[in-house]
């Protein structure tokens, strides 16, 4: 059974940074993954994703801001997320599709149940 177990979110301060992490079982971290996110009362969005050869994508509120990676030894991918602001409040979800070509946000079929991340002014 594919299993995608986040951590990493917290509280932090404007400016802050964090890293979260996505342990990955039963799907290989050489598949099309993402992180989406979530805030109270709006639509769940996309905010990076990496395909099997390690090219990405970053929505433009988070361009030059966060990082998506992955480690293959570990079966791991990350989040790193620097200059974090109030509006970056939400949960972050990973997600992973079969295959290995990424479709913009598009035809995840696997989904962690989240982590929390709150930005504080």
């Known amino acids: 059974q594919v299993q995608l177990v986040e951590s990493g979110g917290g509280s932090v301060q404007a400016g802050g940074s964090l890293r979260l992490s996505c342990a990955v079982e039963?799907?290989?971290?050489?598949?099309?993954m993402a992180w989406f996110r979530q805030a109270p009362g709006k639509e769940r969005e996309g905010v990076a994703t990496i395909d099997f050869r390690g090219a990405t994508t970053y929505a433009d509120s988070v361009k030059g801001r966060f990082i998506i990676s992955k480690e293959y030894a570990k079966n791991t991918l990350y989040l790193q997320m620097n200059s974090l602001k109030p509006e970056d409040t939400a949960m972050y979800y990973c997600?992973?599709?079969?295959?290995?070509?990424?479709?913009?946000?598009?035809?995840?079929?696997?989904w962690g149940q989240g982590t929390q991340v709150t930005v504080s002014s």
């Open positions: 997600a992973a599709r079969s295959g290995g070509v990424c479709y913009r946000w598009d035809r995840f079929e696997y």
């Open positions: 039963y799907v290989s971290s050489g598949n099309c």
